[in-house]
């Protein structure tokens, strides 16, 4: 479903990625992980449609469209999700009407009439407890206020709601509780199906405890240089990146 192909992306004159091949299929759960500094957020950004990169090389194909050429409406309504290693906030809005607005207009996107108001109060009570989310929270604003553990936790709730195809989480690990960590990877393996995929970006193996990837990619200074199987996130997590590193520059 995505098909990404020596893509070279820079922010401000200063190339960032340099040439990243990645292929995803439905179905499939990546991690990918890397050293601070390594890329992996600025791919995530570039695959969103963050505007302030630059792609000056390559191609990423989704689901048979040119993904860079999408807007980024139009890569969500497509199914394309993006979980921020940093959520943003949005003073004033609340959670629900926000999460009305947005799964009203993918399902518009996709020929589906918009839900009822009582249809869709039914669907966030059963999506916030599938994320263990207190339902309280969205009468909130987005993300306004909320703990760090709680933004990540409504991530996967946001996630829930859209049932995007594929799904890129920066980092959604950072900042958890332990019990949280269980919730937030639960919940992301109980939204995975044969029919959409997940990209996992982490620094931590105890995430893949739980979120068990089929591939894991390691980045480093802008390219994947090394990609393998859980086995490989163990490897990494015994040994750091000294060795696979020290013969790349
Ligand atoms: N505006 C900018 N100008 C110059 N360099 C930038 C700019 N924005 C980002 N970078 C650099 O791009 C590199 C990649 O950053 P990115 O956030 O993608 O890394 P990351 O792999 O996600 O790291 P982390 O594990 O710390 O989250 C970093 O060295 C960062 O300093
Ligand atoms: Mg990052």
Same mark, same amino acid.
């Given at each position: 479903m995505l098909e990404i192909k020596n893509l070279h992306a820079s922010v401000d004159g200063n190339e960032i990625l340099r040439g990243i091949d990645l292929t995803i299929r439905r179905g499939e759960v990546h991690a990918i992980m890397g050293p601070n500094g390594s890329g992996k957020s600025t791919l995530a950004s570039v695959l969103a449609g963050n505007?302030?990169?630059?792609?000056?090389e390559g191609t990423a194909t989704f689901l048979g469209r040119n993904l860079l050429e999408m807007s980024i409406e139009e890569r969500a309504r497509a199914g394309f999700f993006l979980g921020f290693q940093y959520p943003v906030e949005i003073p004033g809005v609340s959670m629900a009407n926000f999460m009305k607005l947005a799964v009203n207009e993918k399902r518009k996107y996709n020929g589906l009439e918009p839900l009822g108001a009582g249809e869709f109060l039914k669907l966030m009570r059963q999506r916030a407890e599938f994320v263990e $989310? &207190?339902?309280?929270?969205?009468?909130?604003?987005?993300?306004?206020?909320?703990s760090g553990g709680e933004k990540k936790k409504n991530e996967i709730f946001q996630m829930a709601m859209l049932e995007p195809t594929l799904a890129v989480l920066d980092?959604? &690990?950072?900042? $958890? &509780?332990i019990d949280a960590l269980r919730v937030v990877a639960t919940g992301v393996t109980r939204l995975h199906t044969s029919e959409n995929a997940t990209i996992v970006i982490t620094h931590y193996q105890r995430l893949l405890d739980y979120i068990v990837p089929d591939f894991v990619h390691v980045l480093y200074h802008g390219r994947i240089i090394h990609s393998g199987d859980r086995e490989l996130a163990l490897r990494l997590e015994e040994q750091g990146y000294d060795w696979l590193i020290k013969n790349e520059k």
């Open positions: 505007p302030r990169f630059e792609v000056s $989310l &207190d339902p309280r929270m969205t009468s909130r604003a987005v993300n306004e206020g909320f980092e959604t &690990d950072s900042g $958890l &509780d």
